[in-house]
């Protein structure tokens, strides 16, 4: 079994095992309405206890082994305990743990571009900025910053904004380009 199997298991495996008990439990009512009878067999009922047995397993293991090995276990393109927020004036996300990146493609007059400020913090990892117009692109290591960004390189108009996450946890972030 490869790491990224591994991976998929232990996310996943808690969701697998409540459709597995789901689909037991529709089984063993269909087979009391056509067998006709009052009671499910005793044998089906220990079946029934094992299958629940594994769920608290797998949940157990769900739940331990991201906090054993340190290591990430969620799936690319999710974030665990993410909020994002866009508003006229700022781009604001906050996330316990995070497997993809952001971004927001925004119209910045002249007077935009000499206000654009960033602040980021984060418990370990860390965080970049890449700024993107046309063929010009810049990218910022922003990790536990509270600055103003230097935009001389880009024009008024449209620019994209990605916010990186490169193994960055309890991550918070605005980006702000307005007075409000």
């Not at 493609?105 to 913090?121: F, G, K, N, P």
């Not at 290591?141 to 960004?149: F, G, Q, V």
Request: aromatic letters at 8%; proline letters at 3%.
């Amino acid at each position: 079994m490869n790491a990224a199997t591994a991976k998929i298991l232990i996310t996943f495996g808690p969701v697998i095992g409540v459709g597995i008990l789901a689909v037991y439990v529709l089984a063993m009512r269909i087979y009391v309405y056509v067998k006709e009878k009052e009671a499910i067999p005793q044998r089906y009922k220990r079946i029934y206890k094992l299958l629940i047995i594994a769920e608290i397993a797998l949940c157990v293991i769900a739940f331990l082994v991201p906090r054993v090995t340190g290591e990430s276990y969620l799936p690319d393109g999710t974030t665990r305990g993410g909020v994002v927020v866009n508003t006229k004036s700022a781009f604001k996300i906050s996330y316990k743990e995070s497997n993809r990146g952001y971004s927001d493609t925004l119209e910045l007059t002249e007077e935009d571009l000499a206000r654009v400020r960033v602040w980021c913090s984060c418990d370990e990892g860390q965080v970049c900025l890449r700024i993107q117009q046309d063929t010009t692109l810049k990218e910022v290591d922003i990790t536990n910053t509270d600055s103003l960004l230097d935009m001389t390189d880009f024009q008024p108009g449209r620019i994209t904004f990605t916010m990186v996450n490169e193994n960055a946890r309890n991550v918070d972030f605005e980006l702000k380009w307005r007075e409000t």
